[in-house]
C-alpha cells in the first residue's frame, strides 16, 4: 500500500508545481507581450500622460517580481484584487458565480457519465455492426458542433419553437432547486450533447483495447461465458482508463461551460470571463482563467490518483 | 491509388466547395459585405436567398464573405502551427538532452491549460486583430503538433537509416527534412485535417464571444453572434452560418477519417 500512496503524494505535488508554473505564465506571459494593461484599456491613441497615471494607478510602474509575489499570495489567501473597470472586490464578485458554474457542470456530468458509458459499452459491444455505425455518425456530427451552435439549435427548437423549456437560464438564488433545474435544461442538454460524444468514443476505446488483450482472449479460450469474461477480466481493467476518460471529459467540460454560459446569459463565471476580456479587466481575467486552470488541472490530477488506485497491479504488492 | 469510400468523397466534395466559395468570394457573391440592401432580417426571397440580416445586409453575400475570412485564418493558423510544431518537434526529438527537455516541459505547461481560457488571457493583452489572431492560434495549437511529431519522430531517429545518414555526415537540417520528414509525414496529414477544424472551430468561438474578428468584418462565428438575438422572436437567420460551420466541419472530419484509417491500416495496426 505504502508505493500506491507514495505515487498520489507524487502525482499531487507535481500538480502543484504545475499550478504554481501556469500562474507564472498568467502573470508573465502577459508581461512579454507587447503593449500592457494600461495600454489595452486605453487604445493606442492614448496620451503619455494618461498612459504614467493609469500605469501608476495599476501599480504597473512597480518591479515585475514584488507584484507577482504579491499577486500569487493574494491568490492564496483568496484576495484577488480589485477589478479595473469598476474597482469591485474580485473574490466577492466570483464566489457566487463560481457556484453557480459548478451547478451547471454538476448536473452536466450527472447525465452525460452514466449515457456515455452504457453508449461506449453498447458500441463496444457491438463493433463494426450498425449499431457502432449509428453511434459513432451521431458523435460525429456532434463533435463537428462547437458548442454555441448546438446551444442555438437546441434554444431555437425547444425554446422558440416548441416552447418546452425557458431560452434564457437566469437563474436567482431564491429558486427552489426544481424551478432552478427547468431554468438551466436547455444549457444542461447543450453541455451533455458536447461532452457525451468524446467520452463515449474514448470509453469504446477503452472497452476495446482491453477486450483485444491477450488475457481476454485465454479467457474465452478457457470456455469462460461471455458475460464471466466481461466481468471478472474485462472490467476491473477497464475501470481505469474509463475513470481517467470521465475525469477527462469533466475536466472538458469545465471550459465548455464558458461559451454555454454566454448563449444562455447563464450568471456564471465563463460570461464573467468574456465580459471582463471584452472591458480588458486584465486583474479579472488573470484571475478567472487561474481559477478555471486549478478547476482543469485539479480534474487531471483526480483522474491520475483515481488510475493509480484502481490499478489492480498497484493494490497487491508482491 | 485504391478507391476512395462514399463518405470521404462527399467530404471531399464539400471540403471543396467551402473552399472553392472561399477562393472566389469577390465574383459571386451578389452584395458587397457592408451594403444594407434591404429591411431587417428579411425571410428567404429571389432578391435574398437567405434573407437579410440584423441591420438589413444580405446575408448570402455575408455568409460567402465570412467563408473567405473564416477559412483565411483558419489555413494560416494551421499552417502556422505545423511549420513551428514540427519543426521544434523534430528538432527536440533529433538533439535530445537540455533542448528537448526544455520544449517538451514548455508544451506540457501551456497543455495543461485550457486553449480557450489561456487564449482569452493572452487576447486581454493584445490588441485583437486577424494577425495577432492567427499568431496566438497558431503559437497555442503547435503545441499539439510538437506532441505528435517529436512522438513520431523519436521513433524515426532510431531507424538505421538515419544512422547510416549520421554516420557519413550529414548535418541536422538534412536529418530533419531529408530522412524524417518524409517517413513522418502521413500521421502529420491525418493530423493536419484535425487540427484545421479545430482551427475553424476556435476562431468562430472566438467571434461569437466577440473576441475574434471584429465588425465590420465578420466570419461566421460573428454572424451567428449578430443575428442571435433574432432567434428568440423566430428568425432562423443566426443558424445557417451555424450550419456552414457545421457543415465544413464535418467535411473535413470525413476526409480525415479515411487519411487516418488508411495511415493505420499502412501500419498493420490492430484496432480499427
Request: no cysteine; glycine share 6%.
Given at each position: 500500500m505504502n508505493s500506491v500512496l507514495k505515487l498520489v503524494a507524487q502525482r499531487i505535488a507535481l500538480g502543484l508545481?504545475?499550478?504554481?508554473?501556469?500562474?507564472?505564465?498568467?502573470f508573465f506571459g502577459i508581461e512579454a507581450l507587447p503593449g500592457d494593461a494600461a495600454q489595452a484599456m486605453l487604445g493606442q491613441s492614448a496620451t503619455p500622460e494618461a498612459l504614467a497615471n493609469l500605469r501608476h494607478q495599476m501599480g504597473l510602474d512597480q518591479p515585475e517580481l514584488p507584484r507577482y509575489f504579491h499577486w500569487l499570495g493574494g491568490l492564496l489567501t483568496g484576495d484577488l484584487g480589485k477589478s479595473l473597470t469598476n474597482g469591485e472586490d474580485i473574490a466577492a464578485a466570483i464566489g457566487n458565480r463560481l457556484g453557480n458554474t459548478l451547478f451547471l457542470a454538476f448536473w452536466a456530468a450527472i447525465f452525460a457519465v452514466p449515457l456515455a458509458i452504457l453508449l461506449g459499452l453498447l458500441a463496444a459491444r457491438h463493433a463494426g455492426k450498425w449499431q457502432d455505425k449509428l453511434i459513432s455518425g451521431v458523435t460525429l456530427a456532434t463533435i463537428s458542433l462547437p458548442e454555441f451552435v448546438a446551444g442555438y439549435l437546441v434554444m431555437?427548437?425547444?425554446?422558440v419553437y416548441w416552447r418546452v423549456f425557458p431560452s434564457m437560464a437566469m437563474i436567482f438564488p431564491g429558486m427552489s432547486l426544481w424551478t432552478k433545474l427547468n431554468t438551466i435544461a436547455l444549457p444542461v442538454i447543450v453541455l451533455v450533447m458536447v461532452v457525451l460524444a468524446h467520452m463515449m468514443r474514448m470509453t469504446r476505446a477503452a472497452i476495446l483495447n482491453v477486450m483485444q488483450s491477450a488475457y481476454i482472449e485465454t479467457a474465452e479460450l478457457k470456455g469462460l461465458g461471455p458475460l464471466a469474461v466481461v466481468w471478472r477480466h474485462a472490467f476491473p481493467n477497464a475501470i481505469a482508463p474509463v475513470v481517467n476518460v470521465v475525469m477527462l471529459n469533466l475536466a472538458y467540460l469545465v471550459v465548455g461551460v464558458v461559451v454555454v454560459e454566454v448563449v444562455f446569459v447563464y450568471p456564471g463565471m465563463g460570461q464573467f470571463l468574456v465580459d471582463h476580456v471584452a472591458k480588458r479587466d486584465l486583474p479579472v481575467v488573470q484571475a478567472c482563467g487561474m481559477i478555471f486552470a486549478a478547476v482543469y488541472i485539479g480534474l487531471n490530477i483526480l483522474a491520475?490518483?483515481?488510475?493509480?488506485?484502481?490499478?489492480?497491479?498497484?493494490?497487491?504488492?508482491? | 491509388m485504391r478507391r476512395i469510400p462514399i463518405s470521404a468523397l462527399i467530404g471531399?466534395?464539400?471540403?471543396?466547395?467551402?473552399?472553392?466559395?472561399?477562393?472566389?468570394?469577390?465574383?459571386?457573391?451578389?452584395y458587397s459585405m457592408e451594403e444594407a440592401s434591404g429591411g431587417v432580417w428579411e425571410p428567404i426571397s429571389a432578391a435574398h436567398w437567405l434573407g437579410t440580416d440584423n441591420i438589413g445586409r444580405d446575408l448570402l453575400s455575408r455568409m460567402i464573405f465570412g467563408a473567405q475570412v473564416t477559412i483565411f485564418i483558419a489555413t494560416a493558423a494551421t499552417i502556422l502551427s505545423f511549420a513551428t510544431g514540427s519543426v521544434l518537434g523534430f528538432l527536440a526529438a533529433t538533439a535530445g538532452g537540455w533542448l528537448d527537455q526544455v520544449l517538451s516541459r514548455l508544451v506540457d505547461l501551456i497543455m495543461a491549460v485550457p486553449t480557450l481560457i489561456l487564449s482569452l488571457v493572452i487576447l486581454t493583452a493584445?490588441?485583437?486583430?486577424?494577425?495577432?489572431?492567427?499568431?496566438?492560434?497558431?503559437?497555442?495549437?503547435?503545441?499539439?503538433?510538437?506532441r505528435l511529431s517529436r512522438a513520431v519522430a523519436v521513433d524515426i531517429t532510431v531507424m538505421d537509416y538515419v544512422e547510416a545518414a549520421r554516420l557519413r555526415g550529414e548535418g541536422r537540417s538534412w536529418i530533419i527534412f531529408r530522412e524524417i520528414l518524409p517517413n513522418a509525414?502521413?500521421?502529420?496529414?491525418?493530423?493536419?485535417g484535425l487540427r484545421f477544424i479545430f482551427a475553424v472551430l476556435?476562431?468562430?468561438?472566438?467571434?461569437?464571444?466577440?473576441?475574434?474578428?471584429?465588425?465590420?468584418?465578420?466570419?461566421?462565428?460573428?454572424?451567428?453572434?449578430?443575428?442571435?438575438?433574432?432567434?428568440?422572436?423566430?428568425?432562423?437567420?443566426?443558424?445557417a452560418p451555424a450550419f456552414a460551420i457545421a457543415l465544413l466541419a464535418i467535411g473535413v472530419n470525413l476526409v480525415a477519417d479515411w487519411v487516418l484509417s488508411r495511415t493505420t491500416s499502412l501500419k498493420g495496426g490492430r484496432g480499427g
Open positions: 508545481l504545475l499550478l504554481l508554473a501556469v500562474s507564472i505564465l498568467i431555437y427548437f425547444l425554446a491520475d490518483v483515481i488510475s493509480i488506485l484502481a490499478n489492480p497491479r498497484l493494490r497487491h504488492p508482491k | 471531399l466534395l464539400v471540403t471543396g466547395a467551402f473552399f472553392a466559395v472561399a477562393l472566389t468570394a469577390q465574383w459571386i457573391a451578389p493584445v490588441d485583437v486583430t486577424n494577425l495577432t489572431l492567427i499568431l496566438v492560434m497558431g503559437f497555442l495549437d503547435a503545441t499539439r503538433v510538437f509525414l502521413s500521421p502529420l496529414v491525418a493530423e493536419l476556435f476562431i468562430s468561438t472566438l467571434s461569437f464571444l466577440g473576441l475574434g474578428v471584429q465588425p465590420p468584418l465578420a466570419d461566421w462565428g460573428g454572424l451567428v453572434k449578430e443575428n442571435s438575438a433574432g432567434l428568440v422572436y423566430g428568425v432562423p437567420a443566426a443558424l
